[in-house]
């Protein structure tokens, strides 16, 4: 059981990435998967998540710039980043588990991802 996140790098503000979570052992659309971040200095916070019958949710903070997606041929999520901002540097993790979204207990997190939005 284990989840691989993947994607993070350097980018400019406004700037665009995708990040992809894939997961071995288990089958992700079985779950709630989530993303979570957490920035240098902070804690970890939810960022956005998908049930297993596909219903995307998202914090406020990264309506309408990300978009949580899932590929169940591939069993893998991904996280589309669009207009990123300084305050999105952080690492990003996914994570495998049950309900509510952000709260559940969750099995399994990947490793995580390095994010730096900066000019």
């Known amino acids: 059981v284990q989840l691989q996140a993947s994607g993070g790098g350097l980018v400019q503000p406004g700037g665009s990435l995708t990040l992809s979570c894939a997961a071995s052992g288990f089958t992700l659309d079985d779950y709630v998967i989530g993303w979570f971040r957490q920035a240098p200095g902070k804690g970890r916070e939810g960022v956005s998540c998908i049930t297993s019958d596909g219903m995307t949710n998202y914090k406020e903070f990264v309506k309408g710039r990300f978009t949580m997606s899932r590929d169940n041929a591939k069993n893998t999520v991904t996280l589309q980043m669009n207009s990123l901002k300084p305050q999105d540097t952080a690492v990003y993790y996914c994570?495998?588990?049950?309900?509510?979204?952000?709260?559940?207990?969750?099995?399994?997190w990947g490793q995580g991802t390095l994010v730096t939005v900066s000019s």
């Open positions: 994570a495998a588990g049950w309900a509510p979204c952000y709260s559940g207990v969750k099995f399994s």
